[in-house]
């Protein structure tokens, strides 16, 4: 079978089945508290900010991955919980996991009180939905290393929970054709919030998220660090995240999202009207 078809062994170690917090099995809990105690540092050179909004049926999936992080760097590890009315803060509690409140709703001023709450010179976004491999903080600080640039992104791919593995598969060839015409105008609009970074100083140059925007906070985010310096994307497995395919859902289904993208890339590049 061809790699890009097959769901890597690390990722199913990760995505282990739950209903709630109370039919997890205590191993796991104590496992990926264990995992996270790594992260309980007074002084961070990396900050790594998850948003989180009832997200009990797969935030456990997240942790797991980020208890196996392996890195020299001193890392803290921050919650931001943006108003969850389901088990999500009992499930963080559960593993010991620091989070802050965020009553204001939306990710803009969830990725910002995380923003401001970071101790670390390097910031890395994620999310609640999403998988990590074991070298994500290396590959990311590596990048960041580079003067010239202020903001690395990396790729993705799909868990299948609305569509084959098969489908998605084919809808991340398309996506990656669309990345790649894209690096050569507005590349910022590769950048995807649960899987990117940048230090936080410049962050704090460019006057840090958007607040006014309830949507596109990181593609934004990325256009603004452009002004002081460029972006890189990171191709290796060790930045490629695996994320829940409900993203697809949101534009009606994957027919939907794909002649959705092109057409959008289509009269990106139109000729405008006088």
Excluded at 111 to 119: N, P, S
Excluded at 213 to 227: F, I, N, S
Aim: charged share 25%.
């Amino acid at each position: 079978m061809i790699p890009r078809y097959k769901i890597p062994d690390w990722v199913l170690y990760n995505n282990f089945v739950y209903e709630d917090l109370a039919s997890v099995d205590k191993k796991h809990i104590e496992r990926i508290k264990e995992g996270l105690e790594k992260f309980k540092t007074t002084d961070p050179q990396v900050s790594i900010i998850i948003p989180t909004y009832n997200e009990e049926k797969g935030i456990l999936h997240t942790l797991s991955s980020i208890s196996q992080l392996s890195t020299s760097y001193k890392a803290e590890l921050i919650i931001i919980n943006n108003n969850s009315t389901d088990n999500t803060q009992a499930i963080l509690e559960a593993c010991g996991v620091k989070s802050i409140f965020e009553p204001r709703q939306g990710t803009s001023f969830a990725r910002q009180t995380g923003l401001e709450q970071a101790k670390g010179k390097y910031i890395l976004n994620a999310d609640a939905d999403s998988i990590y491999p074991k070298e994500w903080v290396n590959a990311y600080v590596q990048a960041l290393q580079d003067k010239s640039v202020s903001c690395a992104y990396g790729t993705y791919s799909f868990l299948p929970e609305y569509n084959s593995r098969f489908v998605l598969a084919n809808y991340e060839l398309i996506s990656q054709f669309i990345i790649g015409f894209r690096k050569y105008q507005k590349e910022f609009l590769n950048v995807l919030g649960f899987n990117f970074a940048f230090r936080k100083e410049d962050a704090e140059k460019v006057g840090g998220f958007n607040i006014n925007r309830a949507r596109w906070q990181d593609g934004w985010m990325a256009m603004k660090l452009m002004e002081v310096g460029k972006l890189k994307q990171i191709k290796g497995q060790e930045a490629r995240v695996w994320t829940s395919d409900r993203r697809l859902m949101y534009d009606g289904g994957i027919v939907k999202a794909v002649a959705k993208r092109l057409k959008k890339e289509v009269v990106r590049y139109l000729p405008q009207k006088v």
